[in-house]
């Protein structure tokens, strides 16, 4: 759990003065991170713990510099962690405890990885290899033969699926949904329904309730930061589908 840390920061790609800006801000939240246990790991804009032992100790002091950081509230950062996605393979998890999913949920799932091949997220498994999300995944997964990512996460930790992506507005014109910002931004996801890149969201924001195009879907570990989002109120696509 926490293995990784992904920061992203919002500017104009546009504005070339704010692009070269950006380059001395970077050098600044690799000097941030390093204060606080982690280090860039020269792969985009992720950063892995300085001693791998401390990871969960360090995790939340990092997560608080670059929310509290003055000079960085302009380019509102935000943090996801991240895990190792190679756990353990398909035949170590156990089972013995998991039901037979909804097949409403299970044939959204299949149909996803039909049209997309690629699973629409991958499995959880705790210290013990048991399941604690992905269910549908790993059936797919062993039908198919399909590559799955299986991320461990200790029992004791709570965890929750994140999904993330833009704010958007149904366009009469074009008979879609566009992007309202350039921002990114991330809602926790309890509902029944399956939820597949692309779903048109309602959920809440600051501002009241708005809707949302899902990008990607990933996992949170940690009550600390599962508290740090709002959840999703209605998945729209998922819902229209079932009717």
Same mark, same amino acid.
């Given at each position: ?13 546009? #504005? ?10 970077? $050098? ?32 939340? $002091? ?5 929310? =509290? ?46 049209? %997309?091949? $690629? ?6 498994? #705790? ?13 797919? =997964? ?6 799955? #990512? ?9 965890? =929750? ?57 990933? %996992?949170?570990?940690?009550? $600390? ?9 209605? %998945?729209?696509? =998922?819902? /229209?589908?079932? /009717?």
């Amino acid at each position: 759990m926490n293995d990784l840390l992904m920061i992203y920061m919002d500017y104009n790609m546009d #504005d070339m003065e704010e692009r070269l800006r950006i380059e001395e801000e970077i $050098k600044y939240l690799d000097k941030l991170v390093e204060k606080q246990g982690w280090k860039y790991s020269g792969v985009a804009n992720t950063y892995i713990p300085i001693v791998n032992q401390t990871r969960e100790e360090t995790v939340d $002091k990092v997560l608080e510099a670059i929310v =509290a950081d003055e000079r960085l509230k302009k380019y509102s950062p935000k943090v996801l962690t991240g895990m190792m996605t190679n756990a353990c393979a398909l035949q170590e998890i156990d089972l013995q405890h998991m039901t037979k999913p909804s097949e409403i949920k299970y044939n959204r799932y299949e149909k996803y990885y039909l049209q %997309n091949k $690629k699973l629409a997220h991958g499995i959880i498994v #705790d210290d013990d290899k048991k399941i604690r999300d992905g269910y549908i995944s790993y059936l797919l =997964a062993e039908k198919y033969g399909c590559n799955v #990512d299986v991320i461990e996460v200790p029992k004791e930790s709570a965890i =929750a699926k994140l999904v993330i992506g833009h704010h958007v507005k149904y366009d009469t014109e074009q008979s879609a949904y566009v992007k309202k910002t350039s921002r990114r931004y991330a809602w926790i996801y309890t509902l029944r329904e399956a939820v597949v890149q692309g779903d048109i969201l309602l959920v809440q924001t600051s501002k009241g309730n708005d809707y949302m195009q899902v990008e990607k879907i990933t %996992n949170v570990a940690g009550r $600390k930061a599962i508290n740090k989002y709002k959840k999703v109120k209605r %998945n729209i696509t =998922a819902i /229209n589908e079932i /009717n």
